[in-house]
């Protein structure tokens, strides 16, 4: 009992002290610094890493595959309070914007999240026509210019506006490997 409290007494006083001696600017935090220290080992570069699995909508940053909470995802994650801020902008900046879609196929598709409703069935990895049974993975790039990178990045966009699992590249648990 006596000792229970002691504890709970040091965890409190604990941090507050760490605090006073070592005062963190947390505006002056370099998310880059944090994340070479923090996060290099296991996901390389955060622009890469980024573009690969990340999405920036409407300012949220959400994962490929953790779509619902990644903020909270990301606070159980390795990633110190301090940061947090930090981490995040710096993911946001070359993370995924569905909004592409909008300016380059929304005049004939409409909105993605119809478009992909009516025409599209994400099953493992693979991503085919609904009703023309096309695989779209070939398909894309005889269609409107596309690149090997935008046919990547439509891949990706429609499985996860199906609210699949679905990885283009190397699934994430494979990439942890650096
Ligand atoms: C020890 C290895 C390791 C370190 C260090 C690490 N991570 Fe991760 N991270 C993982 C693994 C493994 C997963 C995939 C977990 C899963 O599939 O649920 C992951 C997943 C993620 C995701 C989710 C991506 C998605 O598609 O949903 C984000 C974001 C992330 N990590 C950010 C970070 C940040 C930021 C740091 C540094 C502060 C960091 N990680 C440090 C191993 C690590
Ligand atoms: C100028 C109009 C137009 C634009 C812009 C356009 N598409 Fe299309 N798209 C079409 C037409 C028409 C078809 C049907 C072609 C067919 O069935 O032969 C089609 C078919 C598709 C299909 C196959 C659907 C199926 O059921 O098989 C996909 C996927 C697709 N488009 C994605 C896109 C993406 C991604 C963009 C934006 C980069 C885009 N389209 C921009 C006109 C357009």
Same mark, same amino acid.
């Given at each position: 009992?006596?000792?229970?409290?002691?504890?709970?007494?040091?965890?409190?006083? $604990?941090?507050?002290?760490?605090?006073?001696?070592?005062? &963190?600017?947390?505006?002056?935090? !370099?998310?880059?610094?944090?994340?070479?220290?923090?996060?290099?080992?296991?996901?390389? !570069?955060?622009?890469? $890493?980024?573009?690969?699995?990340?999405?920036?909508?409407?300012?949220?940053?959400?994962?490929?595959?953790?779509?619902?909470?990644?903020?909270?995802?990301?606070?159980?994650?390795?990633?110190?309070?301090?940061? $947090?801020?930090?981490?995040?902008?710096?993911?946001?900046?070359?993370?995924?914007?569905?909004?592409?879609?909008? @300016?380059?196929?929304?005049?004939?598709?409409?909105?993605?999240?119809?478009?992909?409703?009516?025409?599209?069935?994400?099953?493992?990895?693979? &991503?085919?026509?609904?009703?023309?049974?096309?695989? @779209?993975?070939?398909?894309?790039?005889?269609?409107?210019?596309?690149?090997?990178? !935008? &046919?990547?990045?439509?891949?990706?966009?429609?499985?996860?506006?199906?609210?699949?699992?679905?990885?283009?590249?190397?699934?994430?648990?494979?990439?942890?490997?650096?």
């Amino acid at each position: 009992m006596e000792n229970s409290k002691k504890y709970r007494y040091c965890r409190a006083i $604990f941090p507050a002290l760490l605090f006073l001696l070592n005062p &963190v600017k947390v505006s002056a935090v !370099d998310g880059r610094v944090v994340w070479d220290n923090k996060c290099e080992e296991c996901h390389g !570069d955060p622009i890469r $890493f980024s573009e690969k699995y990340l999405w920036n909508i409407e300012g949220q940053l959400q994962g490929q595959h953790h779509i619902e909470d990644l903020d909270l995802y990301m606070r159980q994650h390795y990633i110190p309070d301090y940061a $947090f801020g930090s981490i995040r902008n710096l993911l946001l900046k070359s993370a995924n914007s569905p909004a592409r879609f909008n @300016i380059d196929c929304s005049q004939c598709h409409g909105t993605v999240a119809a478009f992909v409703k009516k025409s599209i069935w994400v099953r493992g990895n693979e &991503v085919t026509g609904l009703e023309s049974g096309r695989d @779209i993975r070939e398909f894309l790039p005889a269609h409107q210019n596309l690149q090997t990178r !935008d &046919v990547s990045f439509y891949l990706k966009l429609f499985a996860r506006t199906a609210g699949k699992p679905f990885y283009d590249e190397e699934p994430l648990p494979e990439a942890i490997t650096r």
